[in-house]
């Protein structure tokens, strides 16, 4: 194909810039076609997407705004709820969060996030992939994105790991989608343990090991030409990552034992700390994407007394994770995002909870460009309405992208009849405010 097509569709996202450098470097045309200064400029972007992560902290079952990051104490909908400064002036959060109030600086709050998916599994996926769930198109998370645009192919521990943190998360709500298998999350259900099964059987080493697998080859290649090839090569993703961590020397990056107790301690000796943790160690080992998993937010009654439980390992982990990244020099490189799939009512109900409501909620960002102590949007002093600079989820989404550097319009063929391109994100805007 010639240089200034595979140009055109890089520019439209049809084509990605690691795979039109790669083609336009077959042959010395591709220099010189597109000049030297507009090879450099591709190759610098290149560069800078090297070593770039993302650490999502998701809060399962809908935190309440008014008991986190948008108190509104004094207000009929405020509950009992107090509100304490932060390291930032003017800005205040929930009581239940003082270490995050010290972290602040480093941290931005969009405190009128809106999506109109008030059902638990549907907002959920909403929030995880910026698409509704359809019965024909199995949309790929963002992190199987992210996975995808940012993973190196040589790498051999997987891309994308989602951790369970506590409080009774589980399951990631959506996978790699149309993206195949090789993006796929790894799910860890105990931080402080290593993956199950994760050794080599006794008696079997790495040559043996790769024999297996070369006779598993030679036995399924009938299958694949007798039209399950889909399956096959899903099944070969599997097996191979799974086989490239037994024989990695990063597999010790998922033993957080290996850290000195008094980090661990910072971080805080239960599930949600440690998980964060392991996040930190598997970013910066060269994990793309990590995900937390903490539940369970759906206060329905007794939301007060709930909300200050769950909130006091997540403010300690959080702040954690946010300020061991920084001492690092890691945090310039990851975006560490916290949020749940909707809010909470702004009235009380005759449990003393709140229902779901997603016309008014917060997301906390950091990392990655992100300007700390910014403070996106307002909600009425009531918070039953936003009151300004509305952010929908394809905004949120289009903000993650600009963060990490990867094109939002990116399209990649669907498992759908007729494989329609489909967007990494479908609409929106980038949240320029909050870039520095």
């Excluded at 890089?10 to 795979?19: D, E, F, I, N, V």
């Excluded at 090569?233 to 990063?250: C, I, N």
């Excluded at 007394?305 to 909130?311: D, Q």
């Excluded at 992208?401 to 805007?429: F, H, M, W, Y």
Aim: a positive charge; glycine letters at 12%; charged letters at 25%.
């Amino acid at each position: 194909m010639p240089i200034h097509d595979l140009f055109l569709r890089m520019t439209r996202g049809q084509l990605s810039r690691r795979a039109f450098l790669r083609t336009a470097a077959a042959g010395a045309a591709g220099v010189s076609a597109l000049g030297w200064m507009d090879a450099v400029r591709l190759q610098a972007e290149e560069l800078r997407k090297k070593g770039l992560s993302c650490i999502l902290l998701f809060m399962q079952g809908g935190p309440s705004q008014f008991e986190t990051f948008d108190p509104k104490p004094g207000a009929s909908t405020g509950g009992p709820t107090r509100a304490i400064d932060t390291a930032v002036p003017g800005v205040q959060i929930a009581e239940h969060w003082p270490e995050m109030a010290k972290q602040m600086k480093d941290v931005a709050l969009i405190r009128s996030m809106n999506s109109r998916e008030g059902n638990h599994p549907r907002a959920q996926f909403l929030l995880h992939t910026g698409y509704v769930p359809s019965g024909s198109v199995k949309y790929p998370s963002f992190g199987a994105h992210v996975a995808s645009e940012l993973g190196s192919p040589d790498f051999d521990l997987p891309h994308f790991v989602s951790i369970s943190g506590g409080g009774g998360g589980g399951m990631p709500p959506a996978g790699s989608g149309f993206l195949g298998m090789q993006y796929a999350p790894f799910v860890v259900q105990n931080p402080t343990r290593l993956p199950l099964n994760t050794e080599l059987p006794r008696g079997v080493d790495e040559k043996v090991l790769k024999r297996r697998l070369g006779l598993l080859d030679d036995l399924e290649k009938d299958f694949a030409e007798a039209g399950a090839r889909p399956k096959v090569e899903d099944h070969r993703a599997l097996y191979g990552t799974a086989s490239q961590m037994v024989l990695s020397p990063r597999l010790k990056a998922f033993d957080v034992a290996q850290e000195k107790d008094a980090l661990r301690e910072r971080y805080g000796k239960n599930n949600f700390g440690q998980a964060c943790l392991l996040a930190r160690r598997l970013v910066e080992t060269g994990v793309t994407f990590v995900e937390v998993l903490h539940g369970n937010w759906d206060t329905h009654q007794d939301n007060f007394e709930r909300t200050k439980a769950l909130s006091a390992p997540v403010d300690r982990g959080f702040a954690a994770l946010v300020g061991d990244l920084k001492e690092r020099g890691l945090l310039e490189k990851t975006l560490v995002v916290w949020m749940g799939e909707f809010g909470r009512t702004p009235n009380i109900n005759g449990r003393t909870g709140r229902d779901h409501y997603p016309r008014a909620f917060s997301v906390a960002l950091a990392g990655c460009g992100i300007k700390g102590g910014a403070v996106i949007g307002a909600t009425t002093k009531d918070g039953r309405n936003i009151a300004e600079r509305p952010v929908g989820v394809p905004d949120l989404f289009c903000t993650l992208c600009k963060a990490l550097k990867i094109n939002p319009r990116k399209e990649t063929l669907s498992n759908a009849i007729g494989g329609r391109p489909i967007k990494i994100v479908d609409g929106g805007q980038a949240v320029k405010e909050l870039f520095a």
